[in-house]
């Protein structure tokens, strides 16, 4: 049912404004409390999918009002707005009309948790809320601020009493909230005169994997490494090369005294072999 309820609220025209938008909710009218009843009722006992939509448009505007307290935030109001038509339409889908609430108060709740929600994620690229206490403090903190600028211990106090938290959590949000994001790499309006102003950790943050030349100096260092110990590989005889490949080239190593049963001879004559043979690779590798 929830993914039909979300094809019939209004969305927001992909051209356009945001003003249009307001127009065409606003134009819709406001339901009395007997229609309301009546259309909640049909969802809630019918399933009534028309009543639903109903009920949806007749609240967009609401919506509206919502998102607008939190236009602060520099987030785009058509998003907030979209995101609280959401959380509308999870309300209108729990709505229970023998509560004999109307279904605005209801849906406070679930509109604001879904805006809260978005701003928590998109505000600032790092998270600056976590915890309970932290969300309650980001979107109360400026409703209990009285002057720009750090708080005072008086003021930190205050607000911590007041939103029932620590003042050590108080300290930390205001702290996060002062901060600013700083972009990993220049705006394209940036110049690169170099002004202390105009610089990001792109311009200063080395990535030794993504130097090409040294990626290819070592691939061209390892085929040439490759190609000098087939070579030498191919100037030992017959034994010792399996010897060799046995011993270190393969993931199913041989021990000493496999070797010595395949070939009739002590252990200690197979390390003697093995010792000639590295020796010869050695000084094959080094030419």
């Known amino acids: 049912m929830s993914e039909t309820l979300q094809t019939t609220a209004l969305t927001l025209p992909k051209s356009g404004s945001i003003e249009s938008y307001m127009q065409s909710a606003y134009s819709i009218p406001v339901l009395s409390a007997d229609r309301e009843r009546e259309l909640a009722t049909r969802l809630f006992e019918q399933n009534d999918l028309q009543a639903a939509q109903e009920l949806i448009m007749s609240h967009l505007r609401f919506v509206i009002h919502i998102a607008k307290g939190y236009s602060g935030y ?6 907030l707005v979209q995101e609280g038509n959401v959380g509308l339409m999870k309300a209108v889908k729990r709505f229970d009309p023998a509560v004999g609430v109307r279904l605005v108060s209801f849906a406070v709740h679930w509109i604001k948790a879904e805006i809260h929600e978005y701003v928590l994620r998109n505000w600032r690229i790092v998270k600056v809320a976590t915890t309970k206490a932290q969300r309650k403090l980001f979107f109360n903190l400026r409703k209990n601020k009285k002057r720009l600028g750090w708080f005072n211990n008086d003021e930190v106090n205050s607000v911590a009493e007041t939103l029932g938290v620590s003042a050590k959590d108080v300290m930390e949000m205001e702290s996060r909230l002062s901060n600013q994001d700083q972009a990993f790499e220049l705006n394209n309006d940036d110049d690169d005169s170099g002004a ?6 792109a311009q200063y943050l080395e990535d030794n994997q993504s130097d090409l030349a040294t990626i290819v100096e070592d691939a061209n260092w390892e085929a040439h ?3 000098r110990l087939s070579t030498a590989l191919v100037s030992l005889d017959e034994r010792s090369q399996d010897i060799v490949k046995t011993r270190w080239l393969t993931d199913d190593k041989s021990t000493l ?3 010595a049963d395949k070939y009739e001879i002590s252990a200690e004559r197979v390390r003697q072999l093995e010792k000639n043979a590295l020796s010869k690779l050695k000084n094959a590798m080094t030419l």
Request: glycine fraction near 6%; avoid cysteine; proline fraction near 11%.
């Open 257 to 259: 005294q496999e070797l």
């Open 196 to 201: 202390t102003s105009n610089f990001a950790p």
């Open 225 to 227: 490494a490759n190609k």
């Open 74 to 79: 520099g987030l785009p109001q058509a998003d």
